[in-house]
């Protein structure tokens, strides 16, 4: 089963503790560090667009890639009244197909290349950001650190109860491919049953020297590295989320 098939239908309810104002003002101040002048910015696994929605909203126009058509369907549901400013797409990132050159920004947030798995891909992705930015356009995007993915959630259970739904998120983390796989349990109210609906995921713990050399490669300037939406170039041993920011 595809990942993101069943997991749209809560995929809100797990985020709703996130703070998207804030998520936002932190991704435009990274964006600004560049010195980029953005008008439109090509957003990669967008997701259900929440990030996408707050841009709007800030007036930005919109390119949003997803490969889950479930999470797009939702995206534009909360999207409409912007549709003359955003268009989705979907597409798998490893084997991205676009026409547009010349874009101001490109940003990937929560998580989208910690589900690239193979260095290779990871180094053709920025390669093609790389060649479809404008000179001088900015590329910002955030990882799970290596800590979050092997040590907090590692081999740990989650889960969660509301009134209509429930979830059991268990995972483990296999030190030789540096990999957390998580078995997801989704457990839907369906008039008096609950339906239970499974799928998958896996996540790659990418070191951040790794990343940043992957970026050089590609031929990206002023690459900024911070966590956990500090603005300290210091990053801890404990930091659980990794922001870069560089330029062409």
């Not at 259900?48 to 841009?55: E, H, V």
């Not at 989650?158 to 990999?179: P, R, V």
């Not at 951040?208 to 590609?218: H, N, Q, R, V």
Request: one cysteine or more.
């Amino acid at each position: 089963m595809k990942a993101y098939t069943y997991l749209p239908m809560i995929y809100d309810d797990m985020m709703q503790e996130i703070d998207y104002d804030m998520w936002l003002e932190y991704l435009v101040n990274l964006i600004k560090k560049q010195g980029s002048d953005v008008k439109n910015i090509l957003e990669l696994g967008c997701g259900t667009g929440n990030i996408t929605l707050k841009l709007l909203e800030n007036g930005y126009e919109i390119v949003g890639i997803d490969y889950s058509d479930e999470m797009l369907e939702i995206a534009r549901e909360k999207t409409l009244e912007y549709d003359s400013k955003v268009f989705f797409l979907s597409q798998d990132i490893t084997e991205l197909d676009l026409d547009i050159y010349e874009i101001d920004c490109v940003i990937a947030v929560n998580d989208t290349f910690n589900y690239i798995l193979e260095n290779n891909e990871l180094k053709d992705i920025f390669k093609y950001i790389y060649d479809r930015l404008k000179k001088g356009g900015a590329f910002v995007f955030d990882i799970s650190s290596f800590y979050k993915l092997s040590v907090v959630l590692g081999n740990n259970t989650f889960g969660e109860t509301q009134d209509d739904k429930a979830y059991i998120w268990e995972n483990f983390y296999d030190e030789l491919d540096e990999t957390v796989h998580m078995d997801i349990n989704i457990f839907q109210k369906e008039n008096k049953n609950y339906a239970r609906y499974e799928e998958s995921h896996i996540q790659k713990a990418h070191k951040t020297d790794k990343m940043i050399k992957l970026l050089e490669d590609a031929g990206f300037e002023n690459i900024l590295v911070y966590s956990d939406f500090k603005y300290s170039e210091s990053i801890s041993e404990d930091a659980q989320r990794i922001f870069f920011s560089c330029r062409k």
